[in-house]
């Protein structure tokens, strides 16, 4: 399926620029455009966009995380784990309701991930996408690195909580962890997948233009 007419301008005008910028210059798109584009004709694209839709406001008022102050003390001591979870919900708040709008979990996160329903999204997205996303190496090495990084920088504030107050504070983090990761990784694989694709498609409106169409 092509990008529209239009949206095909875009994307030469994108490969022209970034030519001229030399290598290394990025898609000229926001997130929502790459990941549109990236998804295009897929059953989970079509999910997305209603997903989207639906969690514009969470989005827009959503909250920047630094890794550093979910478990690091503060003036007033250090963050009690249900105050660490509501951190974590508070920074996350557009992504979750993005992947609670696409089934992958339930409405109060009591059942954890629908494992089915991700992999059969995500085995809709084309082979260059859902190759990365899907393998547990690449995943589990970013989700181990951000805990890791969280943990030794919150001092001692983890050591301070009870073994129940640990592993509610463990689920927060691993849950932050695991969905930034795949944010992360979608957003990179699928501008490496769109930019292939803009320069593909700058490269032949190139050739057809300076050889005219193919003789019949």
């Excluded at 079509?46 to 690091?72: F, Y």
């Excluded at 699928?190 to 694709?197: A, G, L, Q, T």
Aim: proline share 4%; hydrophobic share 35%; with cysteine.
């Amino acid at each position: 399926e092509h990008p529209p007419l239009k949206m095909r301008s875009i994307i030469v005008l994108c490969a022209a620029i970034a030519v001229a910028a030399g290598e290394g210059y990025g898609v000229c798109m926001d997130p929502m455009e790459v990941g549109y584009l990236c998804t295009l004709g897929t059953s989970m694209g079509a999910k997305m966009m209603e997903a989207a839709h639906e969690c514009s406001g969470d989005m827009h008022t959503q909250q920047a995380a630094d890794h550093r102050s979910l478990l690091r003390s503060t003036e007033n001591g250090c963050p009690s784990p249900r105050e660490i979870k509501q951190e974590v919900k508070r920074h996350l708040q557009g992504e979750i309701c993005v992947l609670r709008q696409l089934g992958w979990v339930d409405n109060y996160w009591r059942t954890g991930w629908n494992n089915e329903t991700i992999l059969e999204d995500l085995s809709s997205l084309p082979g260059e996408v859902s190759y990365f996303l899907m393998d547990e190496s690449i995943m589990g090495e970013c989700v181990d690195d951000t805990m890791e990084y969280i943990y030794s920088s919150s001092g001692d504030c983890f050591g301070t909580y009870s073994e129940n107050g640990q592993a509610k504070v463990a689920d927060a983090i691993e849950l932050y962890a695991r969905v930034t990761c795949f944010s992360s990784t979608f957003e990179q694989v699928c501008e490496d997948y769109v930019r292939n694709k803009v320069y593909y498609m700058f490269y032949s409106e190139l050739q057809e233009s300076t050889n005219g169409p193919p003789k019949k």
